[in-house]
């Protein structure tokens, strides 16, 4: 039997003999010189880390384009590095599942120092601070999803957490943004030395988000005599400090048990799914889809890898935007979102499946062909029209890939606004075009708003995804129930907040209320209301 870690991988051909493509870099060397000179810190050590992300670095390191390795960084679930990355020697077995049913496997092991900023880690804490010390350090990325870059709760006030770290100050940070700009301010007592903070996360302008966000606290700090006004300075000054834009696009969801299955079949031990107290999914392995995508905007102070030698694509900051546009207000997002929320009153449970669905499939293609193409923003480097038939005849469709609409459905109300109030907007703004002629992306609005009632389309309750604004938004739907003739979702539906954009006064909430008493009218009125708009 094989397991997965160091020692294990030097039996080359055993791992060779099942199809698994293993690292071509002396691991030892490598590691010695990280050590030394460290140039790339990750914070957040999750699945699309290690599937997507550390992968353009093995590539770098197998063809001698990279010397060193990565230093994963687990700022929220210490477990994961407990239980995912030391008992494997911080090593990933990466599973990428073609939509024919063919599973290309390989071994990533650029991640050679797997830590936690865990206070009671001594010497996690003293690592972290000695590679921010350090002027080889070049980049700090992150992907800890969106919610980890605010700084403040749904009244604008500043979080328990955060408030604590601002009276605190530096010496002892507990929330993520704290402790980066804690760790920026002892590089900055060091030497001034330059480096470059990269948000990889899938979230808009997450390097201005960033910024933001590291630059509020150092202020703060400032304000209550922990920091000096130069500390600002540098973090402001582009010489040294840079936050730029990225773009990331890649599914890697949870685990999936006929991965492991596959994997255990082939004699591979150890390859049970881990799901820890804060309810992170991993495994000694992860699933992913084949395509990716990752645009950065070029913009580092001192140097950075060859990624663009393994894939990324580095461009200006006007490019990325565009990219970022083209997939989340027409090629990608607005799709999942209507799958979403249409899949969870459907009683699906793949998102696969619901593109076997000729009326979900139809659903999805008019959003993104007849709708969204009209609209769209070319950025260039990737054409539009090529990138939405590779989402729908691929990327969707793959059988292999364990997506859920529940998961997709996770904080709708956060994306509504972009993932089609652009559009309306879009259509709003253009001579030649009419908010009022669009069909399918007022029907997956009203479709979220018959999602919010909780109840499916053969009339059992469900439990809805977790959402920032799921009691506001039920309670505005309180009390509406299957066969009611007459219900108010103006509330919803005028709420610039959500849209960006007051429905009506495009002349289009009438239409949803429509739409949606259409929806209510009993079980299976769901279906036959899909049925009737797109076909």
Request: charged content about 25%.
């Given at each position: 039997?094989?397991?997965?870690?160091?020692?294990?991988?030097?039996?080359?051909?055993?791992?060779?003999?099942?199809?698994?493509?293993?690292?071509?870099?002396?691991?030892?060397?490598?590691?010695?010189?990280?050590?030394?000179?460290?140039?790339?810190?990750?914070?957040?050590?999750?699945?699309?880390?290690?599937?997507?992300?550390?992968?353009?670095?093995?590539?770098?390191?197998d063809t001698g384009k990279a010397d060193t390795g990565i230093v994963a960084v687990e700022s929220f679930d210490f477990e994961v590095m407990d239980k995912v990355y030391e008992p494997y020697d911080n090593l990933t077995l990466l599973v990428l599942m073609n939509a024919n049913g063919d599973f290309n496997k390989k071994v990533i092991g650029s991640i050679v120092e797997g830590i936690t900023t865990d206070k009671s880690r001594t010497s996690d804490n003293e690592r972290l601070v000695s590679i921010f010390e350090n002027p080889s350090l070049q980049m700090v990325s992150f992907t800890i999803?969106?919610?980890?870059?605010?700084?403040?709760?749904?009244?604008?006030?500043?979080?328990?957490?955060?408030?604590?770290?601002?009276?605190?100050?530096?010496?002892?940070?507990?929330?993520t943004m704290s402790i980066i700009t804690s760790l920026a301010y002892r590089r900055y007592q060091k030497g001034k030395f330059p480096m470059t903070f990269v948000s990889m996360d899938n979230c808009s302008h997450n390097g201005d988000k960033l910024k933001q966000a590291v630059i509020t606290i150092a202020k703060e700090w400032l304000g209550k005599g922990f920091v000096e006004e130069g500390f600002i300075n540098y973090l402001e000054d582009e010489n040294k400090i840079t936050f730029p834009l990225s773009m990331i696009d890649k599914i890697t969801p949870r685990p999936s048990e006929t991965v492991k299955e596959v994997l255990c079949n082939e004699g591979i031990e150890?390859?049970?799914?881990?799901?820890?107290s804060k309810?992170?999914?991993?495994?000694?392995?992860?699933?992913?889809?084949?395509?990716?995508?990752?645009?950065?905007?070029?913009?580092?102070?001192?140097?950075?890898?060859?990624?663009?030698?393994?894939?990324?694509?580095?461009?200006?900051?006007?490019?990325?935007?565009?990219?970022?546009?083209?997939?989340?207000?027409?090629?990608?997002?607005?799709?999942?979102?209507?799958?979403?929320?249409?899949?969870?009153?459907?009683?699906?449970?793949?998102?696969?499946?619901?593109?076997?669905?000729?009326?979900?499939?139809?659903?999805?293609?008019?959003?993104?062909?007849?709708?969204?193409?009209?609209?769209?923003?070319?950025?260039g480097i990737v054409n539009p029209k090529a990138f939405l038939d590779e989402v729908v005849n691929e990327r969707f469709?793959?059988?292999?890939?364990?997506?859920?609409?529940?998961?997709?459905?996770?904080?709708?109300?956060?994306?509504?606004?972009?993932?089609?109030?652009?559009?309306?907007?879009?259509?709003?703004k253009r001579?030649?075009?009419?908010?009022?002629?669009?069909?399918?992306?007022?029907?997956?609005?009203?479709?979220?708003?018959?999602?919010?009632?909780?109840?499916?389309?053969?009339?059992?309750?469900?439990?809805?995804s977790p959402d920032p604004l799921i009691e506001d938004l039920q309670a505005l739907v309180?009390?509406?129930?299957?066969?009611?003739?007459?219900?108010?979702?103006?509330?919803?539906?005028?709420?610039?907040?959500?849209?960006?954009?007051?429905l009506y006064e495009v002349n289009l909430g009438k239409k949803i209320e429509g739409m949606f008493m259409e929806m209510i009218k009993g079980t299976g009125a769901v279906r036959s209301t899909l049925q009737k708009y797109v076909g």
């Amino acid at each position: 039997m094989l397991k997965l870690n160091r020692e294990s991988i030097e039996n080359k051909s055993a791992w060779e003999a099942i199809g698994v493509e293993l690292p071509e870099f002396d691991y030892n060397t490598v590691l010695h010189k990280t050590k030394e000179e460290p140039k790339w810190v990750h914070f957040g050590a999750g699945n699309i880390f290690r599937g997507f992300i550390a992968n353009t670095n093995q590539k770098l390191l197998d063809t001698g384009k990279a010397d060193t390795g990565i230093v994963a960084v687990e700022s929220f679930d210490f477990e994961v590095m407990d239980k995912v990355y030391e008992p494997y020697d911080n090593l990933t077995l990466l599973v990428l599942m073609n939509a024919n049913g063919d599973f290309n496997k390989k071994v990533i092991g650029s991640i050679v120092e797997g830590i936690t900023t865990d206070k009671s880690r001594t010497s996690d804490n003293e690592r972290l601070v000695s590679i921010f010390e350090n002027p080889s350090l070049q980049m700090v990325s992150f992907t800890i999803t969106e919610k980890g870059y605010s700084l403040t709760d749904a009244s604008g006030n500043y979080m328990t957490v955060i408030q604590k770290d601002i009276e605190n100050g530096p010496e002892s940070p507990l929330h993520t943004m704290s402790i980066i700009t804690s760790l920026a301010y002892r590089r900055y007592q060091k030497g001034k030395f330059p480096m470059t903070f990269v948000s990889m996360d899938n979230c808009s302008h997450n390097g201005d988000k960033l910024k933001q966000a590291v630059i509020t606290i150092a202020k703060e700090w400032l304000g209550k005599g922990f920091v000096e006004e130069g500390f600002i300075n540098y973090l402001e000054d582009e010489n040294k400090i840079t936050f730029p834009l990225s773009m990331i696009d890649k599914i890697t969801p949870r685990p999936s048990e006929t991965v492991k299955e596959v994997l255990c079949n082939e004699g591979i031990e150890d390859m049970d799914v881990i799901i820890t107290s804060k309810n992170s999914y991993m495994a000694p392995f992860v699933n992913a889809e084949v395509s990716e995508y990752l645009v950065i905007e070029d913009k580092f102070t001192n140097g950075r890898p060859m990624l663009e030698e393994a894939g990324i694509i580095f461009t200006d900051r006007e490019t990325v935007n565009k990219v970022e546009t083209m997939k989340v207000t027409t090629c990608l997002n607005p799709l999942h979102t209507a799958l979403a929320v249409s899949g969870c009153l459907l009683g699906h449970t793949l998102i696969a499946d619901e593109m076997k669905d000729e009326t979900l499939k139809k659903f999805v293609t008019t959003i993104g062909y007849e709708e969204g193409l009209k609209v769209v923003v070319d950025p260039g480097i990737v054409n539009p029209k090529a990138f939405l038939d590779e989402v729908v005849n691929e990327r969707f469709a793959n059988p292999f890939i364990p997506d859920t609409p529940q998961r997709i459905a996770t904080d709708t109300s956060q994306k509504m606004g972009i993932r089609f109030g652009e559009t309306i907007k879009s259509y709003a703004k253009r001579d030649d075009l009419n908010p009022e002629d669009l069909v399918a992306i007022p029907l997956a609005i009203a479709t979220w708003c018959r999602y919010l009632l909780g109840v499916d389309d053969n009339g059992k309750e469900f439990v809805l995804s977790p959402d920032p604004l799921i009691e506001d938004l039920q309670a505005l739907v309180e009390g509406i129930k299957l066969g009611d003739t007459t219900a108010d979702i103006s509330g919803i539906l005028s709420n610039k907040k959500i849209f960006g954009i007051d429905l009506y006064e495009v002349n289009l909430g009438k239409k949803i209320e429509g739409m949606f008493m259409e929806m209510i009218k009993g079980t299976g009125a769901v279906r036959s209301t899909l049925q009737k708009y797109v076909g």
